[in-house]
DNA sequence: TCTGGGGTCCTAGGACCC
DNA sequence: TCTGGGGTCCTAGGACCC
């Protein structure tokens, strides 16, 4: 049996800017974008009493909280906190799997002993971190990763519950099924239709109509609902190869005339390149994502002949998919997407064109990673320098894709 | 002043080959 | 002189997570 340890920081990004600027601690705060277009990533816990959510628009948050204070995100910050607690893991495991900017999966099975139980090692962990960076955590313990990370959801903030072998099955009888991490919105009405609400009902309804319903998913939800889940802890040496390297922006304006949605595209397609040609990965799949004014949202992906990731041939490569489509509704967002990736050692070029080409790019994201993003880039980006503001989003990854030099 | 952005996985249909 | 199948790859969309 394995002792895991899921940890859940508190209202992060609120909470790290709570702890940085005195003046916003006790009071009802939201951590948003800087855009306008943009929505709450985090509320406070003071905002939270006055129903303040993740996912609202400023303006829904307002009407909840007229004396809410917005604040800007700051991902440098973030990242840098969160780096803090993930190498603090590592004292009482090298099992940790990072699960977000804020989570982190611990496997603690060979480490009780030395520290003296698990209560002590959560003690530990949250006063420790408590101490250091001034905000708190949740953490759930338990005999796999799905019941750590119910357990830790259960008491928020500063909460530390156990899942002892014994009180699970009592535990998941009366469990709402959308507190399991893998059923979300769709999945539970379609449960709630079918007279289904707790674990305890998933588990005795038959396996052979969920699977029917949802195919691998009905096991697995079968599974669920009894509290099983075999999954490892991987920690991030061990993880495999990222899948995709895509941004998306909403724009600031819905835009119908093509030339002003290609320059979009353009300082898309440098976003995605540098960080595909920083993890050393091509790809050979391009994807463009276009949201129109009324929401609905198409994405268009196509093969490409070689792997690439020159900022320039993704570029061309959305370009030619906006070729295809009708542009008959004002696009809201795009995006850009890299997909069907390999590691790729950097090799120079043998003819003297892309040889000068790939000397040029080497040469400026040398000078972007020292000097800041878009130092330099191409003058159709000019007017938008600035624009693109580069808001962390919660699932990111301080390990990103580390690992993938190794292979 | 309606509705972000980064990912992964699964499904279903069609093309194509044998 | 007809409607078989299996396998694989490609594509689009949607559900889920944070």
């Known amino acids: 049996m394995k002792t895991i340890m899921h940890v859940d920081m508190n209202a992060f990004f609120a909470a790290v800017e709570q702890q940085s600027n005195p003046a916003l601690r006790g009071r009802p705060i939201a951590v948003t974008g800087s855009e306008k277009r943009s929505i709450i990533l985090t509320a406070s816990y003071e905002a939270r009493a006055f129903g303040v959510k993740t996912g609202m ?3 829904a948050a307002f009407q909840r909280c007229p004396q809410l204070t917005l604040v800007s995100a700051n991902n440098r910050l973030y990242t840098h906190v969160s780096t803090e ?3 603090l893991f590592q004292d009482y495991t090298p099992l940790v799997e990072v699960f977000s900017v804020d989570e982190a999966f611990l496997d603690l099975s060979g480490s009780l002993k030395l520290f003296g139980g698990v209560e002590r090692i959560a003690y530990l962990i949250k ?3 408590k101490t250091r960076l001034g905000i708190t955590c949740s953490i759930g313990v338990a005999p796999n990763k799905l019941l750590a990370k119910l357990a830790s959801e259960q008491r928020k903030p500063d909460g530390l519950t156990i899942f002892r072998p014994e009180e699970i099955p009592a535990l998941l009888e009366n469990m709402p099924i959308q507190e399991l991490c893998g059923i979300g ?3 539970g009405r379609q449960l709630h239709e079918v007279g289904i609400f707790t674990c305890g009902q998933l588990s005795r309804f038959p396996l052979t109509i969920l699977r029917k319903k949802y195919g691998v998913i009905g096991d697995k939800l079968h599974s669920m609902a009894l509290g ?3 999954s490892p802890v991987v920690p991030a040496e061990e993880s495999s190869l990222v899948k995709s390297v895509g941004h998306s922006r909403t724009l600031r304006h819905d835009l119908d005339d093509r030339q002003a949605i290609c320059a979009f595209l353009l300082q898309l397609a440098e976003m995605v390149g540098r960080r595909a040609r920083r993890y050393q990965v091509s790809g050979k799949v391009v994807t463009l994502t276009l949201r129109y004014t009324d929401f609905t949202t ?3 992906q196509q093969a490409q002949e070689d792997y690439l990731n020159g900022s320039e041939e993704i570029y061309q490569a959305a370009t030619q ?6 542009l008959d509704q004002p696009v809201r967002l795009l995006g850009v997407r890299l997909s069907s990736l390999r590691f790729k050692t950097a090799q120079l070029p043998l003819f003297p064109a892309e040889r000068r ?3 040029l790019t080497e040469a400026r994201d040398h000078v972007n990673d020292r000097y800041g993003d878009f130092t330099i880039m191409s003058a159709s980006l000019l007017e938008q320098k600035g624009k693109g503001s580069h808001v962390i989003s919660p699932a990111w990854r301080p390990q990103g894709l580390r690992n993938i030099a190794v292979r």
């Open 185 to 187: 919105r769709q999945l």
């Open 228 to 230: 099983i889940d075999s």
């Open 357 to 359: 080409q790939y000397l």
């Open 85 to 87: 607690i993930m190498a």
């Open 321 to 326: 998919i906006l070729d295809r489509l009708s």
């Open 127 to 129: 006063s420790r971190i």
């Open 57 to 59: 628009t400023r303006f």
């Open 298 to 300: 198409i994405s268009r």
